[in-house]
């Protein structure tokens, strides 16, 4: 049976004037942006405006996810023994999480498929933080990213052209047009490229606050319900954390910083708020894994593989299998090094309390420095970032450290330093310090 014909037009003026899309017109849409031919790129740019404007119903947006999904490669890792679950965050200042998550989700029983981002902007990337350590490949093909993670139980590569190639285009239109900011089609991207990887089921750190994508909680919480609705829709059991990101996760920012400070966490040794983080994903995960009855049992069982080494040892071989330098565990001057480390210390007059640590701010310094993309293209400096970030409702008094830059370029540290003193804020009495994991949506 052939498939239906359509006119682009009919279907961007259905869409402008309010209708609702049926499946086979999403699927034409879908098609016709991944081959190139039968919706040009000013058609294509018409209907994401219609979308952005009229939105689309939880249907279209599924209906969506499955045909951007099905534009492409869909990896089959149904071979694979054991349940493969898979961490998406939407980005933050600061967020190292998967870099711990996944050794640590592998140790516990898991296998975690990961394909990730670079960063743009002020938020940093997953990809960009594991090429900070030499030799670390993460353009592998499919073949390559399956027999590691059969090896080794967890893989981190990049988007490959053959899978989700309706995504890429549409990201890029999105990116030009004014119309990135629509949850159905955020929705839609995020889950047609999580579900595309062959897993079983998958966990989401949603974020909102000054650092994050989203800056309003209701809007993070919209988006969230949407992509657990679409995983249901799909057959695949998705768990949502809405969390807070109005000041950098950890307290390091930036690429070799950020590696330090995961090793660190591996270590047993990893700042309060990130591990927070980073157990409460990683034990959603555990449990839609079946290798924990509920979240005391996966603490417990998390909390032992940090200790006995057992989650250090899964990124040491993930680092090894994919050509990365596994010595860098051991000594961290392998790592790309910055040629000044300047100190921020508070200035005379100045006590009381850290009342405000705006991760925002912070990611402009980390950009300042030379660690950040203005654009997909532009190079980062892979060895400048920030360390040793003073938190939120620590006591402070002049000469009392803020953080260290790390930087190559006097007059960017200059700059970026300017930018850390407008972001940290005091308050003679302690301030009330906000939940970071504030809703679950399963």
């Known amino acids: 049976m052939s498939s239906p014909?359509?006119?682009?037009?009919?279907?961007?003026i259905k869409k402008r004037d309010g209708g609702a899309l049926t499946k086979d017109e999403i699927e034409f849409f879908a098609r016709g942006v991944s081959d190139g031919k039968s919706f040009a790129d000013y058609q294509a740019t018409a209907l994401l405006m219609a979308i952005f404007w009229?939105?689309?119903?939880?249907?279209?947006?599924?209906?969506?996810?499955?045909?951007?999904m099905r534009s492409g490669d869909v990896i089959d890792l149904s071979d694979l023994p054991g349940a493969k679950v898979d961490k998406h965050s939407t980005g933050g200042v600061g967020d190292k999480v998967s870099l711990i998550l996944a050794p640590l989700a592998v140790a516990c029983g898991l296998k975690v498929p990961m394909m990730s981002g670079r960063g743009l902007g002020h938020t940093g990337g997953t990809l960009d933080k594991l090429e900070a350590i030499p030799g670390f490949k993460v353009n592998l093909s499919v073949p390559e990213f399956r027999a590691i993670l059969q090896k080794v139980g967890c893989a981190m590569i990049g988007q490959t052209p053959q899978v989700v190639p309706a995504d890429k285009k549409?990201?890029?239109?999105?990116?030009?047009?004014?119309?990135?900011?629509?949850?159905?089609?955020?929705?839609?991207?995020?889950?047609?490229?999580?579900?595309?990887?062959?897993?079983?089921?998958?966990?989401?750190?949603?974020?909102?606050?000054?650092?994050?994508?989203?800056?309003?909680?209701?809007?993070?919480?919209?988006?969230?319900?949407?992509?657990?609705?679409?995983?249901?829709?799909?057959?695949?059991?998705v768990r949502a954390l809405l969390t807070a990101m109005n000041q950098p996760l950890g307290r390091a920012a930036g690429h070799t910083t950020e590696v330090i400070e995961s090793i660190e966490c591996l270590k047993g040794r990893g700042p309060a708020d990130l591990m927070e983080v980073t157990?409460?994903?990683?034990?959603?995960?555990?449990?839609?894994?079946?290798?924990?009855?509920?979240?005391?049992?996966?603490?417990?069982?998390?909390?032992?593989?940090?200790?006995?080494?057992?989650?250090l040892k899964v990124f040491r071989e993930m680092c090894a299998a994919q050509g990365g330098d596994p010595?860098?565990?051991?000594?961290?001057?392998?790592l790309p090094t910055a040629k000044k480390l300047l100190e921020v210390k508070v200035l005379a007059g100045a006590q009381g309390y850290v009342s405000e640590v705006d991760a925002l701010k912070c990611g402009h310094a980390i950009m300042a420095l030379g660690g950040g993309r203005a654009a997909v293209t532009?190079?980062?400096?892979?060895?400048?970032?920030?360390a040793d970030?003073?938190?939120?409702?620590?006591?402070v008094a002049p000469g009392t450290r803020l953080c260290t830059l790390h930087a190559n370029d006097d007059a960017k540290a200059t700059r970026a330093e300017a930018l850390i003193r407008e972001a940290i804020k005091f308050m003679l009495t302690p301030p009330k310090i906000e939940p970071l994991i504030q809703d679950l949506i399963q």
């Open 170 to 237: 549409l990201y890029s239109l999105r990116d030009v047009t004014g119309t990135v900011e629509c949850i159905p089609l955020i929705c839609a991207s995020i889950m047609s490229k999580k579900l595309a990887e062959g897993i079983d089921s998958l966990v989401l750190d949603v974020k909102f606050g000054q650092g994050a994508f989203m800056k309003k909680k209701e809007d993070a919480l919209t988006l969230a319900r949407a992509m657990v609705a679409v995983g249901k829709a799909g057959g695949k059991p």
């Open 54 to 68: 009229r939105g689309m119903t939880p249907q279209e947006t599924a209906w969506l996810t499955d045909a951007m």
């Open 279 to 311: 157990y409460a994903l990683t034990g959603h995960m555990l449990i839609l894994g079946g290798k924990a009855r509920n979240e005391a049992d996966a603490r417990q069982k998390m909390e032992a593989a940090i200790a006995n080494g057992s989650a």
């Open 5 to 12: 014909t359509f006119f682009p037009q009919v279907i961007i």
């Open 378 to 386: 532009d190079q980062v400096d892979h060895a400048v970032g920030i």
């Open 327 to 334: 010595k860098v565990i051991d000594d961290y001057k392998i």
């Open 389 to 395: 970030l003073i938190k939120i409702g620590e006591p």
